[in-house]
């Protein structure tokens, strides 16, 4: 079967994280290769471009509007008045937060209804699931799991992810992944000595989770190393949108557009 260059199962998989670590870019430089992303021939692979609430000060003036992904980084409640005053260049795609009490849930709930984009709540890989995925649901909320950082603890062992998306799978959501999936494949980065998620893997992962398999089996799935097994298993996704995973936040969009070309996952010439 032919796809076009970036198949329905990619379709606004990676949010553009390029002002996070390890990145790091500047605010200026981040919108400035966002907008060339999204005139590329993979723009359909990339989602939306991530801010911190903190420097949507340095936002300059500019002519086309761009999707944003607010990220609360100086609390929930600031996110009200945030939104409201965004440059008229930005337009809000979605919320990201990382909830603490109650009242920011709340806070949440009213944002989702208010502007009618999704809302992501970041609650930890190790959560007590019967309790938190039905309180994020009751807010019109995503979870998301971080998994990985630039501390070893950052990283959930395959098992603690498995968990984490049997379970949203068990309760009917979705969920999102921030941090720490640079490449297709699970491997450890010899600069660090850090064990990282594949992307590939947890695409591969959620599709078994969905078909209700066991916690032993998405365990196996994510542990897998070779990188022309694991694009097997995904090559018979390429066709339908991915279940249960929205997607993840990167700080490069080249490192795993380069993966996904090198496996013939992904094809300009399509």
Request: one cysteine or more.
């Given at each position: 079967?032919?796809?076009?260059?970036?198949?329905?199962?990619?379709?606004?998989?990676?949010?553009?994280?390029a002002?996070?670590?390890?990145?790091?870019?500047?605010?200026?430089?981040?919108?400035?290769?966002?907008?060339?992303y999204?005139?590329?021939?993979?723009?359909?692979?990339?989602?939306?471009?991530?801010?911190?609430?903190?420097?949507?000060?340095?936002?300059?003036?500019?002519?086309?509007?761009?999707?944003?992904?607010?990220?609360?980084?100086?609390?929930?409640?600031?996110?009200?008045?945030?939104?409201?005053?965004l440059?008229?260049?930005?337009?809000?795609?979605?919320?990201?937060?990382?909830?603490?009490?109650d009242?920011?849930?709340?806070?949440?709930?009213?944002?989702?209804?208010?502007f009618?984009?999704?809302?992501?709540?970041?609650?930890?890989?190790?959560?007590d699931?019967?309790?938190?995925?039905?309180?994020l649901?009751?807010?019109?909320?995503?979870?998301?799991?971080?998994?990985?950082?630039?501390?070893?603890?950052?990283?959930?062992?395959?098992?603690?992810?498995?968990t984490?998306?049997?379970?949203?799978?068990?309760?009917?959501?979705?969920?999102?992944?921030?941090?720490?999936?640079?490449?297709?494949?699970?491997?450890?980065?010899?600069?660090?000595?850090?064990?990282?998620?594949?992307?590939?893997?947890?695409?591969?992962?959620?599709?078994?989770?969905?078909?209700?398999?066991?916690?032993?089996?998405?365990?196996?799935?994510?542990?897998?190393?070779?990188?022309?097994?694991l694009?097997?298993?995904?090559?018979?996704?390429?066709?339908?949108?991915?279940?249960?995973?929205?997607?993840?936040?990167?700080?490069?969009?080249?490192?795993?557009?380069?993966?996904?070309?090198?496996?013939?996952?992904?094809?300009?010439?399509?």
């Amino acid at each position: 079967m032919a796809y076009r260059a970036i198949p329905p199962v990619f379709n606004g998989f990676i949010d553009d994280a390029a002002v996070f670590p390890p990145g790091n870019a500047a605010v200026g430089t981040a919108l400035e290769n966002h907008r060339r992303y999204r005139r590329a021939w993979y723009r359909d692979l990339v989602g939306p471009l991530l801010l911190p609430v903190s420097k949507l000060s340095q936002v300059p003036d500019q002519d086309e509007p761009l999707p944003i992904g607010l990220i609360a980084d100086t609390g929930v409640a600031a996110l009200v008045p945030a939104v409201e005053k965004l440059p008229g260049n930005c337009v809000p795609a979605q919320i990201e937060a990382r909830p603490t009490a109650d009242d920011d849930l709340a806070t949440l709930a009213g944002l989702a209804d208010r502007f009618g984009i999704p809302v992501f709540a970041e609650i930890p890989v190790a959560s007590d699931f019967d309790v938190e995925l039905p309180l994020l649901r009751h807010a019109g909320a995503t979870p998301k799991f971080r998994t990985g950082g630039l501390r070893a603890e950052l990283f959930p062992s395959p098992a603690e992810l498995a968990t984490a998306i049997i379970a949203c799978a068990r309760q009917d959501m979705s969920f999102k992944l921030t941090a720490g999936l640079h490449q297709f494949t699970r491997h450890t980065d010899p600069a660090t000595g850090f064990t990282h998620h594949g992307f590939g893997n947890v695409l591969a992962a959620a599709e078994l989770a969905h078909r209700s398999e066991s916690v032993e089996t998405v365990t196996e799935c994510l542990e897998i190393r070779d990188s022309t097994v694991l694009a097997e298993r995904v090559r018979h996704m390429l066709g339908y949108q991915r279940p249960l995973w929205v997607g993840f936040g990167s700080c490069s969009i080249d490192e795993p557009l380069d993966d996904l070309s090198g496996l013939s996952l992904v094809n300009k010439e399509n």
